[in-house]
């Protein structure tokens, strides 16, 4: 099946972003309070994920835990952004079983890290 490419609209001030741990764990929390304070101080409404410190091996969580903490913040409508805690290969192991959500087209979706 082929999906075409979107673009979502814009994020704005005020705009409501949740954070979610798709791959490592959180290994340094002072540096993720300090971006998602950045985040805050240009406007915008930030949240973290449930669960988003868990721990299974290196990863935050076991695949299936961290594919529904990302699934979660993608159908929710009050979200206008995703960002990810920390990347990595973790990631790419929640495509395996991955159901695009059919009614969420407009998320978008940022990971950076070091």
């Known amino acids: 099946m082929v999906f075409p490419c979107q673009i979502p609209p814009a994020l704005r001030p005020g705009d409501r972003?949740?954070?979610?741990?798709?791959?490592?764990?959180?290994?340094?929390?002072?540096?993720?309070?300090a971006g998602l304070n950045l985040w805050r101080s240009r406007g915008y409404e930030v949240d973290l994920s449930p669960h988003y410190g868990d721990r299974w091996g290196y990863l935050a969580g076991s695949d299936a835990q961290r594919r529904q903490a990302l699934?979660?913040?993608?159908?929710?409508?009050?979200?206008?952004?995703?960002?990810?805690?920390?990347?990595?290969?973790?990631?790419?192991?929640?495509?395996?079983?991955?159901?695009w959500p059919p009614d969420r087209k407009s998320t978008r979706l940022n990971s950076s890290h070091r």
């Open 71 to 99: 699934a979660t913040a993608w159908e929710d409508p009050s979200v206008a952004g995703i960002l990810c805690v920390r990347g990595g290969w973790g990631a790419a192991r929640l495509l395996e079983t991955w159901q």
């Open 17 to 33: 972003l949740i954070a979610v741990a798709p791959s490592g764990t959180l290994r340094e929390p002072e540096r993720l309070e």
